[in-house]
């Protein structure tokens, strides 16, 4: 199984972010996905997951703000980042069964 984020980057508060997960060596159909995100001194935290039938739930801090999403013809995990927060400043992760991917950043100025 390989995971690989992109789509992270340097962002203003208040603007918007979208970043993908390609997925491959798994039936990504069936798969639940997750987003999780870390930043710095602070433990991982999931932040939102979406199953096989696209029933999605997400962390407090996140709700109305973020979308996730999954195409899988394409085995592409999405999250749509919008409205950023400074404290939404870290390395976002996306993870399937205890295998994830290597991260992208995510830095949000005030």
């Known amino acids: 199984v390989q995971l690989v984020e992109s789509g992270g980057g340097l962002v203003q508060a208040g603007g918007s972010l979208r970043l993908s997960c390609k997925a491959s060596?798994?039936?990504?159909?069936?798969?639940?996905m997750n987003w999780h995100r870390q930043a710095p001194g602070t433990q991982r935290e999931l932040v939102a997951a979406?199953?096989?039938?696209?029933?999605?739930n997400y962390a407090d801090s996140v709700k109305g703000r973020f979308t996730i999403s999954r195409d899988n013809a394409r085995r592409m995990l999405y999250l749509q980042m919008n409205s950023l927060k400074p404290e939404d400043t870290a390395v976002y992760y996306c993870?399937?069964?205890?295998?994830w991917g290597q991260g992208t950043q995510v830095t949000v100025s005030s």
């Open positions: 993870e399937t069964r205890a295998t």
């Open positions: 979406i199953t096989s039938s696209g029933s999605t």
């Open positions: 060596g798994l039936n990504f159909a069936i798969a639940t």
